[in-house]
């Protein structure tokens, strides 16, 4: 396919369409910081009806309509098929490694972890983001408050010294609360962090959404790309690049 950038600012570029169709067709980069959607349309909730089901009692109300394009209810099983296509083709284009933000649930009482476990690439690490918060109090479980960040790692990945190390794998750094255009923003600081820690000089996201990801790497001058299937995000993730720096 030949690549038409949405978005284009000489330091973050943004390509509205299908990442599987994209990343094949992208430069090789340092790293990839992504937080693919969830797939929590089938989850129980909603009176029955799913974790999305319209009603205002529904505590996934904005997810009603999924991600747009994406209604992020598939069968399980396409939806790990999926996951771990998308995972192969980044590990085609990164030269250190991914950062897969994804999180551990529990539904009717078992716990379900990302993709059973199954990657199909090698798991260096799983570090713990403390988002000092969640939505599912219930007395079945404890509420779960945390995500994941798996990190897979290549033969090259490599911390930038030993105080990247010492910044041990339980990361609190709460929730983005200052983009309401989107049902799930990751804050900036997440990737910065996965940035910074690495030394990536260019990254990518797949699943850009607000582009967080890309204004994390603005903001220091990282060469980024992001790739998005909703028209609807792009725009919001050019605004916010628009912007002056964050200062993340």
């Known amino acids: 396919m030949s690549l038409t950038p949405f978005y284009d600012d000489g330091t973050c570029t943004i390509y509205h369409g299908d990442c599987l169709a994209v990343l094949p067709e992208i430069p090789t980069v340092d790293i990839a910081v992504t937080s693919p959607p969830y797939n929590m349309g089938l989850v129980p909730g909603g009176n029955g009806r799913g974790l999305y089901a319209p009603g205002a009692s529904t505590k996934g109300g904005r997810f009603r309509d ?3 394009e994406h209604d992020d209810a598939m069968p399980a099983e396409d939806y790990d098929a999926w996951q771990r296509s998308v995972l192969a083709a980044l590990w085609e284009r990164v030269r250190l490694g991914i950062f897969y933000n994804h ?3 529990v539904i009717h009482g078992r716990l379900q972890v990302p993709l059973g476990f199954d990657y199909g690439l090698p798991l260096r690490q799983i570090i713990t983001w403390d988002r000092g918060t969640g ?3 219930n ?5 779960t408050r945390a995500e994941w960040i798996m990190v897979f ?9 030993h105080a990247a190390s010492g910044m041990g794998d339980v990361w609190r750094l709460g929730i983005e609360t200052g983009v309401p ?18 030394g990536a000089a260019s ?10 990801t890309l204004r994390a790497a603005k903001d220091r001058g990282v060469r980024a790309i992001g790739i ?8 919001l993730a050019a605004r916010r690049l628009a912007q002056e720096s964050l200062g993340l």
């Open 181 to 198: 255009d989107h049902p799930a923003p990751f804050p900036a600081a997440l990737p910065g962090r996965c940035i910074d820690a690495t």
């Open 153 to 161: 790692a290549t033969p090259e990945f490599a911390l930038v010294d």
């Open 203 to 212: 990254v990518v996201d797949p699943f850009m959404g607000s582009g967080s």
């Open 135 to 137: 939505i599912d109090v």
């Open 139 to 143: 007395l079945r479980h404890f509420c």
């Open 103 to 105: 999180r551990p649930r």
């Open 66 to 68: 999924g991600y747009g």
């Open 228 to 235: 998005e299937l909703s028209e609807r995000f792009c725009e």
